[in-house]
């Protein structure tokens, strides 16, 4: 079945780690997001990248990194920069960065700083 | 900016009852408008989606309109089930933005 893998579902990182999380899709979208989800805040974006080689900070990118070296692939990096990184992250894909609408998101990954 | 505001939660009714959503949004443009839910421990699905105004969408008995003279879509179901309890999150798109703005989200909680 086509989706979006999520993994670990579940982190925890003592304060100074830096920490991975992986998302791969098998949809054969060109678009990439991350998000992360606080209680009572909503979705806020991270990074986003529409083609290979290629992404651009979103609204509260500092302390994270992302690479897009493979269309399949879009690895978040968070930083021991990162001042509060205790959190649910939500990766998604659409087919193309004009359809940002119609996402498909992955089952997130939570990662709790110790 | 643009942003998306949505009735504060949690919601809490009865199986049958009645659900309204509150939803409005300020965009500079003419943005597509869409509600995604979340139920628990998973990510988040498409809903329903609205690309013009008076446009309404509907899937799963959950319809929305979209009134530009509002400003509002708002999510309406006629009778809920106790499989509706989920997060609800209203959300916006402008052409060529490329990404998509969030509401806060409700809790919807639904007693049998």
């Known amino acids: 079945d086509g989706g979006i893998t999520q993994s670990p579902k579940y982190l925890f990182r003592k304060e100074g780690q830096n920490v991975t999380l992986s998302c791969e899709q098998n949809?054969?979208?060109?678009?990439m997001y991350w998000y992360r989800q606080d209680p009572g805040q909503g979705l806020r974006l991270i990074y986003y990248?529409?083609?290979?080689?290629?992404?651009q900070k979103g609204d509260i990118a500092e302390g994270y990194s992302v690479s897009r070296e493979k269309k399949e692939s879009f690895p978040l990096t968070v930083t021991s920069a990162q001042k509060n990184p205790t959190a649910f992250y939500l990766c998604?894909?659409?087919?193309?960065?004009?359809?940002?609408?119609?996402?498909?998101f992955g089952e997130g990954s939570r990662l709790t700083v110790l | 900016g643009d942003s998306v505001t949505q009735m504060e939660g949690p919601v809490t009714l009865s199986e049958e009852a009645f659900l309204t959503i509150n939803c409005t949004y300020t965009?500079?443009?003419?943005?597509?408008l869409f509600w995604y839910v979340q139920y628990p421990g998973e990510g988040l699905q498409l809903l329903l989606k609205?690309?013009?105004?008076?446009d309404k969408g509907s899937n799963k008995g959950f319809e929305a309109t979209y009134r530009k003279e509002t400003t509002s879509f708002h999510l309406e179901k006629g009778s809920v089930q106790v499989s509706d309890s989920a997060v609800y999150f209203c959300?916006?798109?402008?052409?060529?933005?490329?990404?998509?703005?969030f509401g806060q989200g409700t809790r919807l909680t639904i007693n049998p």
């Open positions: 998604a894909s659409s087919i193309d960065g004009d359809n940002t609408g119609e996402l498909f």
């Open positions: 949809l054969n979208h060109d678009a």
């Open positions: 990248s529409q083609i290979v080689n290629d992404f």
């Open positions: 965009a500079t443009g003419y943005p597509s």
């Open positions: 609205a690309t013009k105004a008076d």
């Open positions: 959300a916006l798109s402008e052409k060529g933005a490329q990404k998509l703005v």
